[in-house]
């Protein structure tokens, strides 16, 4: 990346797979729990992944319903074979009234991220 950043050729083409923390969870023994609620773990994860495969290493935290559990609502962790990734059960806000009356920031200790 940093080739490509100073406008030099590359050494090789920057690989990072779309699907991180699946793949390098189970490829570090991380449980997909554990992906998604310890994000130190998480990034060490992610880090060790792309140094053992020669990857660009570009850590991602997220899930594609982010911002459920983080302004109030509640989510349900994956549990079981086929789970990937937290669920919303409840949403912080039900109608839009609701939703634009939650505050800019998430509640203090409801981040997915840990702050990171």
Do not use: C
């Given at each position: 990346?940093?080739?490509?950043?100073?406008?030099?050729?590359?050494?090789?083409?920057?690989?990072?797979?779309?699907?991180?923390?699946?793949?390098?969870?189970?490829?570090?023994?991380?449980?997909?729990?554990?992906?998604?609620?310890?994000?130190?773990?998480?990034?060490?994860?992610?880090?060790?992944?792309?140094?053992?495969?020669?990857?660009?290493?570009?850590p991602m935290?997220?899930?594609?319903?982010?911002?459920?559990?983080?302004?109030?609502?509640?989510?349900?962790?994956?549990?079981?074979?086929?789970?990937?990734?937290?669920?919303?059960?409840?949403?912080?806000?039900?109608?839009?009234?609701?939703?634009?009356?939650?505050?800019?920031?998430?509640?203090?200790?409801?981040?997915?991220?840990?702050?990171?």
């Open positions: 990346m940093e080739a490509l950043l100073k406008r030099q050729k590359p050494d090789r083409v920057p690989n990072w797979p779309f699907a991180a923390m699946g793949f390098t969870s189970l490829y570090t023994g991380l449980t997909i729990v554990d992906a998604y609620t310890k994000p130190e773990k998480t990034l060490n994860a992610q880090r060790q992944t792309a140094q053992d495969f020669g990857w660009v290493f570009l935290i997220g899930y594609a319903a982010m911002g459920g559990w983080e302004f109030g609502g509640e989510v349900k962790m994956p549990g079981g074979e086929w789970a990937q990734a937290p669920s919303v059960i409840r949403h912080a806000a039900q109608t839009p009234e609701e939703a634009m009356k939650l505050k800019g920031t998430p509640e203090p200790g409801r981040t997915i991220t840990g702050g990171v």
